[in-house]
């Protein structure tokens, strides 16, 4: 089996090479363009202060873009955290234009996210946590690039040197033995 070539960091060169990138990720997920400038400069900082924690298994923007995303859900966190408190503003609506302020203990839930309700159990999301843990590293990279973190399949191509038919066979695999693994250790409970 060929070995994946070992990526490495750029620090100095993030601003120029990712900037524009990680805030048009950030700034649709946030609405406001300060707070997307100012999550993206937190990234740079958490990234500077990890780098040791960069294994080269994923590129540098695939890397910088995990630590964005944490950065984002740390920020609704702890703008909900005061329980009842915090007003939040809700896209409730499937046309997107109605928007209201709500307090959080009075949201209404979404009616048809029964199967989102489903994975947020704590036992099911530990199981298949260690089913994809189980997988063998491509498939477990591709099917978390592709499944979890929704990277485009060009993108993944180009970033692993795969097909895009090589992609979507491994992802066949990878959804095959999760599928497996969830009937035997979860379903079969």
Known sequence: M?????????PLSWVELHADYLFNYAFPRLNDEELAK???????????????????EASERTWLV???KRKIIDHYRKMNSAKGKA??????????DK???WLEERVPHA????????????ELKKVLEACIENLPDKQKM???????QHYETDEICKELDITPSNLWVIIHRARHQLRKCLEDNWFAK
Do not use: C
């Not at 100012?38 to 080269?56: C, I, M, P, S, Y």
């Not at 591709?142 to 979890?148: A, E, G, R």
């Open 2 to 10: 060929q070995q994946t070539p070992k990526h490495i960091l750029q």
């Open 142 to 148: 591709v099917f978390l690039m592709k499944q979890v």
């Open 87 to 96: 007003e939040v503003k809700v896209n409730f609506y499937e046309d997107g």
């Open 111 to 122: 009616w048809d996210n029964l199967a989102e309700r489903d994975i947020e159990n704590d």
């Open 99 to 101: 928007k209201g302020n």
């Open 66 to 68: 995990s630590i964005l």
């Open 38 to 56: 100012d999550v993206v400069q937190e990234t740079f900082f958490a990234g500077l202060k990890g780098v040791e924690n960069f294994k080269g």
